[in-house]
């Protein structure tokens, strides 16, 4: 179930909430772990078993790890480590690793098929930062079962993200509480991501497919401003699409009390590409800097170490979107640009010039990352610089930009902080003065309402909705 | 005291009116979870009335989704949960003025030029050489010789739902817009049109000496109304050579007959229509004035039977495209009574029996509907008995909606008129034309629906013994 379907918004989420909200103090961990489990059932109840099994082996292993001492508390990592680990490898890498065998040495003659549980790479994670806290001795272990795995199944955040850590909600599973505030703002938190995917992302979607057809022989045929202009949709979809989603799961939690960090900062207002990863897929990011890239060594290490860390971190963020070799390039496309930063250009580089290079980059890398087949890749980025032959423009993409260029002058805007930006000098200017705490306020009552009127009407007839993160 | 008492109030007063500055926020923001909480109920409720769910869409055109049959296995696998869902969303009682109000909502995104291209970077097969194959002499006699059903063994036949897509996406693919009409461009696809034509020389083989087949390819509105030179702009495949080259593959025993021509001598007449993929019964009337001629018979006074007409008319394109200027200027259908009888009777998909007529009166039917006034639409089987004409020859025609607005005219011609809509039709067409005493069998369809995988697979299906 994905939270921009009219399953969801119309019966699982009114219903669940009737239900937490009607019940009593001591019911309401109870009622929100049998919606999360129900939520997650949706996708396939098999794959149920399979969380519930990750959640009992990471509680097991923290409880061991806590009462035990010395070299048995790293047995005990490891035994998390390569339970979870493992688990994650066969269902995520174990048929592209296998297909990768065939090609190369024609063995083994049957790859098995195995189905990717949805969010499998989120609630991993979650459960590796948990038990490795607790090894550091950061966070005390969770002795209720049941609560860690709501912990690591609750709806909001469970298939995609963001990567919440067990210190930011520990007292918030135990008590919790949402004043008038919290509820206001989830609401509006989560009606801003449900328009942000219904109105803005699908849409965007919807042009970059008709431009950029994948697996179509069309795509290798398109002209130079297709390609720019499917890549320019594509680029402000997957932002759109990824930051709705944790606006929702943030909106969702804030509205019954939960304060989960933020996924995103507007990473297309970056200085560099090292400010884009400061921004972008924030959980992500400080997961690979806190588990992997600081336990190797961080940057307090020789230069030769720093760029063996940095890779290790780049290889493992490039794989971990997805168990084909144009994630690992992109990932190890942005440790090139990254080493580039930090070793030769060194803050020289002017700051709109930085931003715009930092843009370019990650632009590209979006090219990278949006065809899996390397023969669409090689299509698209030979036709980017006219390599195809098939002309500068022509009257479709004319008519494609002409079409969509309200979408796109607003897409754009909303993935800046403009809208922050303007709530926060009307709140101040509300203040002082009454008129404009009449249109703040009217501008604050009538947007969430409005946000899912809107979100509903474009989810009716769109046929265009998956989210792109599930496949992580 | 006073100037204390002054002093304190004067600092209290700006904390009470934040106080209430900030109440008065608090409450419009109260307001707001009751707004997004009251719509998020009566959605919610709206959606519990099971009664009411549509089972199709006049929008969309399409049956909606079906309730999802239950096994343990579906459960297990998420299938029946996700099929659940959409059946919810695609049946939800609202959904028809949402996904109107969706329609008007993309508008919005931008500036809808006058001259347009939508879609269009379709990737055609190069057009051979006339009378050329893909195939090699050998393979092509072996490819000749497999006949679905009768060589294979169990064959997947193309059903409606599939050929209707296929149609849909062919149809839809490239579309140029100019001044509030729109025009498909054509793309030849080798394999397709091979197929096609294989199916109209099989049933041609298989009715040799029994009747006499005949093809009529109908060019695209871009192929019959835009000049030369736009047309050569569009990027598709040119539509006369096209056809010419369907032609050039039909056995000695097919009767083709050549419409281009003569559409685009009239195309300063109203031969299609400008909202709507279709043509008008005038552009279907040159085309059966052509088949008379080949046929060697006079052609009926069509023009001047009593006629009807029906607007405004907004078709498919405008479903699509949903432009304002189509909207301003909308079409109409004429619609020629027949003189020898204005009665049908037809069997739909579930096999009921209706008695209908060949051309009604839809003028109170939706603004999208009119053109379901010839012959009651696309059907299985349609039979028209003239009594006018009680001994004259039998024929069958084999369509798709194109031939709607063409079945009338041979009325008058033949004592009975059988028609298969090839897309709902399972008849085997020799052994029907044997069955039925038919003297001339009549493929019509439109140049890029016979350049669909699915129709001419389906046609070589029924087609075959």
Same mark, same amino acid.
């Given at each position: 179930?994905?939270?921009?379907?009219?399953?969801?918004?119309?019966?699982?989420?009114?219903?669940?909430?009737?239900?937490?909200?009607?019940?009593?103090?001591?019911?309401?961990?109870?009622?929100?772990?049998?919606?999360?489990?129900?939520?997650?059932?949706?996708?396939?109840?098999?794959?149920?078993?399979?969380?519930?099994?990750?959640?009992? *082996?990471?509680?097991?292993?923290?409880?061991?790890?806590?009462?035990?001492?010395?070299?048995?508390?790293?047995?005990?990592?490891?035994?998390?480590?390569?339970?979870?680990?493992?688990?994650?490898?066969?269902?995520?890498?174990?048929?592209?690793?296998?297909?990768?065998?065939?090609?190369?040495?024609?063995?083994?003659?049957?790859?098995?098929?195995?189905?990717?549980?949805?969010?499998?790479?989120?609630?991993?994670?979650?459960?590796?930062?948990?038990?490795?806290?607790?090894?550091?001795?950061?966070?005390?272990?969770?002795?209720?079962?049941?609560?860690?795995?709501?912990?690591?199944?609750?709806?909001?955040?469970?298939?995609?993200?963001?990567?919440?850590?067990?210190?930011?909600?520990?007292?918030?599973?135990?008590?919790?509480?949402?004043?008038?505030?919290?509820?206001?703002?989830?609401?509006?938190?989560?009606?801003?991501?449900?328009?942000?995917?219904?109105?803005?992302?699908?849409?965007? *979607?919807?042009?970059?497919?008709?431009?950029?057809?994948?697996?179509?022989?069309?795509?290798?045929?398109?002209?130079?401003?297709?390609?720019?202009?499917?890549?320019?949709?594509?680029?402000?979809?997957?932002?759109?699409?990824?930051?709705?989603?944790?606006?929702? *799961?943030?909106?969702?939690?804030?509205?019954?009390?939960?304060?989960?960090?933020?996924?995103?900062?507007?990473?297309?207002?970056?200085?560099?590409?090292?400010?884009?990863?400061?921004?972008?897929?924030?959980?992500?990011?400080?997961?690979?800097?806190?588990?992997?890239?600081?336990?190797?060594?961080?940057?307090?290490?020789?230069?030769?170490?720093?760029?063996?860390?940095?890779?290790?971190?780049?290889?493992?963020?490039?794989?971990?979107?997805?168990?084909?070799?144009?994630?690992?390039?992109?990932?190890?496309?942005?440790?090139?640009?990254?080493?580039?930063?930090?070793?030769?250009?060194?803050?020289?580089?002017?700051?709109?010039?930085?931003?715009?290079?930092?843009?370019?980059?990650?632009?590209?890398?979006?090219?990278?990352?949006?065809?899996?087949?390397?023969?669409?890749?090689?299509?698209?980025?030979?036709?980017?610089?006219?390599?195809?032959?098939?002309?500068?423009?022509?009257?479709?993409?004319?008519?494609?930009?002409?079409?969509?260029?309200?979408?796109?002058?607003?897409?754009?805007?909303?993935?800046?902080?403009?809208?922050?930006?303007?709530?926060?000098?009307?709140?101040?200017? *509300?203040?002082?003065?009454?008129?404009?705490?009449?249109?703040?306020?009217?501008?604050?009552?009538?947007?969430?309402?409005?946000?899912?009127?809107?979100?509903?009407?474009?989810?009716?007839?769109?046929?265009?909705?998956?989210?792109?993160?599930?496949?992580? | 005291?006073?100037?204390?008492?002054?002093?304190?109030?004067?600092?209290?007063?700006?904390?009470?009116?934040?106080?209430?500055?900030?109440?008065?926020?608090?409450?419009?923001?109260?307001?707001?979870?009751?707004?997004?909480?009251?719509?998020?109920?009566?959605?919610?409720?709206?959606?519990?009335?099971?009664?009411?769910?549509?089972?199709?869409?006049?929008?969309?055109?399409?049956?909606?989704?079906?309730?999802?049959?239950?096994?343990?296995?579906?459960?297990?696998?998420?299938?029946?949960?996700?099929?659940?869902?959409?059946?919810?969303?695609?049946?939800?009682?609202?959904?028809?003025?949402?996904?109107?109000?969706?329609?008007?909502?993309?508008?919005?995104?931008?500036?809808?030029?006058?001259?347009?291209?939508?879609?269009?970077?379709?990737?055609?097969?190069?057009?051979?050489?006339?009378?050329?194959?893909?195939?090699?002499?050998?393979?092509?006699?072996?490819?000749?010789?497999?006949?679905?059903?009768?060589?294979?063994?169990?064959?997947?036949?193309?059903?409606?739902?599939?050929?209707?897509?296929?149609?849909?996406?062919?149809?839809?693919?490239?579309?140029?817009?100019?001044?509030?009409?729109?025009?498909?461009?054509?793309?030849?696809?080798?394999?397709?049109?091979?197929?096609?034509?294989?199916?109209?020389?099989?049933?041609?083989?298989?009715?040799?000496?029994?009747?006499?087949?005949?093809?009529?390819?109908?060019?695209?509105?871009?192929?019959?109304?835009?000049?030369?030179?736009?047309?050569?702009?569009?990027?598709?495949?040119?539509?006369?050579?096209?056809?010419?080259?369907?032609?050039?593959?039909?056995?000695?025993?097919?009767?083709?007959?050549?419409?281009?021509?003569?559409?685009?001598?009239?195309?300063?007449?109203?031969?299609?229509?400008?909202?709507?993929?279709?043509?008008?019964?005038?552009?279907?009337?040159?085309?059966?004035?052509?088949?008379?001629?080949?046929?060697?018979?006079?052609?009926?006074?069509?023009?001047?039977?009593?006629?009807?007409?029906?607007?405004?008319?907004?078709?498919?394109?405008?479903?699509?495209?949903?432009?304002?200027?189509?909207?301003?200027?909308?079409?109409?259908?004429?619609?020629?009574?027949?003189?020898?009888?204005?009665?049908?009777?037809?069997?739909?998909?579930?096999?009921?029996?209706?008695?209908?007529?060949?051309?009604?009166?839809?003028?109170?039917?939706?603004?999208?509907?009119?053109?379901?006034?010839?012959?009651?639409?696309?059907?299985?089987?349609?039979?028209?008995?003239?009594?006018?004409?009680?001994?004259?020859?039998?024929?069958?025609?084999?369509?798709?909606?194109?031939?709607?607005?063409?079945?009338?005219?041979?009325?008058?011609?033949?004592?009975?008129?059988?028609?298969?809509?090839?897309?709902?039709?399972?008849?085997?067409?020799?052994?029907?034309?044997?069955?039925?005493?038919?003297?001339?069998?009549?493929?019509?369809?439109?140049?890029?629906?016979?350049?669909?995988?699915?129709?001419?697979?389906?046609?070589?299906?029924?087609?075959?013994?």
């Amino acid at each position: 179930m994905v939270f921009s379907s009219f399953a969801f918004l119309l019966i699982f989420f009114p219903v669940h909430l009737a239900a937490y909200l009607l019940v009593p103090e001591k019911f309401k961990n109870p009622v929100l772990l049998a919606s999360s489990l129900i939520f997650y059932a949706w996708g396939g109840p098999r794959y149920v078993l399979l969380i519930c099994f990750e959640a009992l *082996a990471s509680w097991f292993f923290a409880l061991r790890i806590e009462s035990s001492e010395g070299t048995m508390r790293r047995v005990w990592l490891i035994g998390e480590l390569v339970c979870l680990l493992g688990l994650l490898g066969y269902f995520k890498y174990w048929t592209w690793i296998l297909t990768n065998t065939h090609n190369l040495f024609g063995a083994p003659a049957d790859i098995p098929q195995i189905v990717l549980p949805i969010g499998i790479s989120f609630y991993t994670f979650q459960l590796i930062s948990y038990v490795v806290d607790v090894y550091r001795g950061t966070i005390a272990a969770q002795r209720n079962y049941g609560k860690l795995l709501l912990y690591c199944s609750l709806f909001h955040q469970c298939i995609a993200g963001p990567i919440v850590r067990y210190e930011t909600v520990a007292h918030e599973i135990e008590h919790r509480h949402a004043s008038e505030r919290d509820l206001y703002e989830g609401v509006r938190r989560f009606s801003i991501g449900l328009a942000k995917k219904c109105v803005l992302a699908n849409a965007c *979607a919807s042009v970059c497919d008709s431009v950029l057809p994948i697996g179509s022989p069309s795509l290798a045929t398109q002209v130079m401003s297709g390609y720019w202009l499917g890549m320019l949709f594509y680029a402000l979809q997957i932002y759109l699409d990824f930051s709705a989603y944790s606006d929702m *799961a943030i909106g969702m939690g804030r509205m019954i009390g939960f304060h989960y960090l933020e996924n995103f900062d507007h990473p297309y207002q970056c200085s560099s590409v090292q400010d884009f990863w400061r921004r972008w897929h924030i959980s992500l990011s400080s997961f690979f800097r806190d588990y992997v890239y600081i336990p190797l060594g961080g940057s307090r290490c020789s230069d030769v170490e720093i760029i063996r860390n940095m890779a290790v971190v780049w290889f493992l963020t490039g794989m971990w979107h997805g168990a084909s070799w144009n994630y690992i390039l992109w990932g190890l496309y942005f440790l090139g640009f990254l080493l580039l930063e930090r070793f030769v250009i060194k803050d020289r580089m002017p700051r709109l010039l930085g931003h715009v290079c930092a843009l370019l980059v990650v632009y590209f890398g979006w090219v990278l990352f949006k065809f899996e087949d390397f023969g669409d890749l090689g299509s698209v980025l030979a036709g980017m610089v006219g390599g195809n032959g098939a002309g500068l423009t022509n009257l479709t993409i004319h008519t494609v930009f002409l079409q969509n260029i309200f979408l796109l002058a607003f897409s754009i805007l909303a993935c800046t902080g403009f809208g922050s930006w303007l709530r926060g000098r009307l709140s101040s200017a *509300a203040g002082s003065n009454d008129l404009v705490l009449t249109i703040f306020g009217v501008l604050e009552m009538i947007m969430p309402p409005l946000l899912l009127l809107v979100s509903l009407i474009s989810l009716a007839g769109a046929s265009y909705n998956p989210f792109i993160y599930f496949q992580f | 005291m006073a100037e204390n008492t002054r002093t304190r109030t004067k600092r209290t007063a700006p904390a009470d009116q934040l106080r209430a500055r900030h109440r008065k926020l608090m409450d419009m923001r109260l307001y707001s979870i009751l707004g997004f909480s009251g719509l998020l109920a009566i959605f919610t409720v709206i959606g519990m009335l099971f009664f009411f769910r549509p089972t199709t869409s006049q929008v969309e055109k399409r049956e909606l989704a079906k309730f999802p049959e239950f096994t343990l296995e579906r459960f297990l696998d998420g299938t029946f949960t996700s099929e659940l869902g959409l059946w919810y969303s695609d049946t939800y009682p609202l959904r028809e003025p949402l996904v109107a109000a969706g329609l008007a909502l993309n508008n919005l995104h931008g500036i809808q030029p006058s001259t347009q291209m939508v879609g269009g970077n379709v990737v055609a097969d190069d057009l051979p050489v006339e009378g050329e194959t893909s195939a090699e002499p050998e393979e092509e006699t072996a490819a000749q010789q497999s006949v679905p059903g009768k060589d294979d063994g169990p064959v997947e036949v193309p059903t409606a739902q599939t050929m209707q897509e296929d149609i849909q996406a062919s149809i839809m693919s490239g579309l140029y817009v100019k001044d509030g009409a729109a025009y498909s461009v054509y793309y030849f696809v080798q394999s397709a049109v091979e197929t096609y034509c294989r199916a109209i020389n099989t049933c041609a083989d298989n009715l040799k000496g029994e009747a006499t087949v005949y093809s009529i390819l109908v060019p695209n509105n871009s192929g019959a109304m835009l000049s030369e030179e736009e047309l050569a702009g569009l990027g598709g495949t040119d539509p006369r050579e096209a056809i010419r080259y369907f032609n050039s593959l039909f056995d000695e025993n097919v009767h083709p007959v050549f419409i281009y021509d003569t559409l685009r001598e009239h195309n300063d007449e109203y031969l299609y229509f400008r909202t709507d993929h279709h043509w008008t019964q005038l552009g279907a009337y040159y085309a059966y004035v052509e088949f008379c001629k080949v046929k060697g018979t006079e052609p009926a006074d069509v023009l001047h039977w009593e006629h009807m007409r029906f607007e405004p008319f907004l078709g498919s394109f405008y479903d699509t495209l949903g432009l304002w200027e189509m909207e301003a200027n909308p079409d109409y259908v004429d619609a020629y009574i027949p003189s020898g009888t204005n009665d049908l009777e037809f069997w739909d998909e579930e096999g009921n029996h209706y008695d209908w007529q060949v051309i009604t009166d839809v003028s109170d039917w939706a603004t999208s509907s009119k053109y379901a006034t010839f012959i009651a639409g696309d059907k299985p089987l349609t039979i028209i008995n003239n009594p006018a004409n009680p001994d004259g020859p039998v024929c069958l025609v084999i369509k798709e909606s194109y031939g709607c607005a063409f079945v009338p005219c041979l009325v008058d011609d033949y004592s009975t008129v059988y028609v298969f809509d090839c897309r709902y039709s399972d008849y085997n067409i020799p052994q029907f034309v044997r069955e039925h005493g038919v003297n001339d069998v009549i493929f019509i369809n439109n140049m890029t629906l016979a350049t669909t995988d699915t129709v001419g697979e389906r046609l070589l299906w029924m087609s075959s013994e």
